[in-house]
């Protein structure tokens, strides 16, 4: 994938589904944690981030216009994520959504450092997982693939899976321990 974005951009311009997807799985992981400094709930972290990039192919004709596209992801994330509060509110899930439009705006650029040094604190404690602890741990509680199946797939009995999901949260909690609270409903549920 030595393709650079710009490249891939592109691409994706002409209809290159190949090059979207390989966008999609680079950014697709931090798009959903950036949308949990917003929304605290994964699935709908995880559709506001969908719909991001569903629309986002849907117009991919505009892709050669994007200059940087993780600043675009992030902002059409928190415009998403905007929205969604503004769903909830209307049926009365928060009670005031203005302080949450309010934080959103003025917190931007606070979350964004966060959420920047949270990504590569993240990469560098899974640098420090084993391969196999590591493919256990992605396939459970990134792609929510089951332990069962994942013991399937990898030819191994699920208590060894079990153990190996076991350490790969031991490691990161402790190496994440500075951003535990933004995390927890990610990987720890």
């Known amino acids: 994938m030595g393709m650079d974005e710009q490249n891939l951009l592109e691409k994706v311009s002409k209809g290159d589904s190949r090059a979207f997807a390989v966008l999609f799985r680079r950014y697709y992981r931090d798009m959903v944690l950036y949308a949990g400094t917003y929304v605290r709930d994964l699935a709908a972290c ?5 719909t991001v990039f569903i629309r986002w192919w849907a117009e991919h004709g505009k892709a050669r216009e994007i200059r940087a596209l993780k600043p675009f992801l992030l902002k059409a994330v928190q415009n998403g994520c905007v929205s969604h509060l ?23 650029t606070e979350e964004y450092i966060l959420y920047s040094e949270l990504s590569v604190r993240l990469e560098e404690a899974m640098a420090l997982l084993s391969p196999v602890q590591r493919q256990c741990f992605e396939m459970n509680r990134l792609q929510g693939v089951r332990q069962k199946q994942v013991a399937e797939e990898l030819g191994m009995p699920l208590r060894t899976v079990e153990l190996r999901i076991a350490e790969a949260l031991r490691i990161l909690k402790s190496q994440l321990k500075d951003y535990f609270p933004l995390i927890v409903f990610f990987f720890f549920r």
């Open 46 to 50: 995880e559709d506001v981030v969908q």
């Open 86 to 108: 503004r769903q909830e509110h209307a049926r009365g899930k928060y009670a005031d959504l203005s302080v949450a439009e309010e934080s959103a705006v003025t917190h931007e």
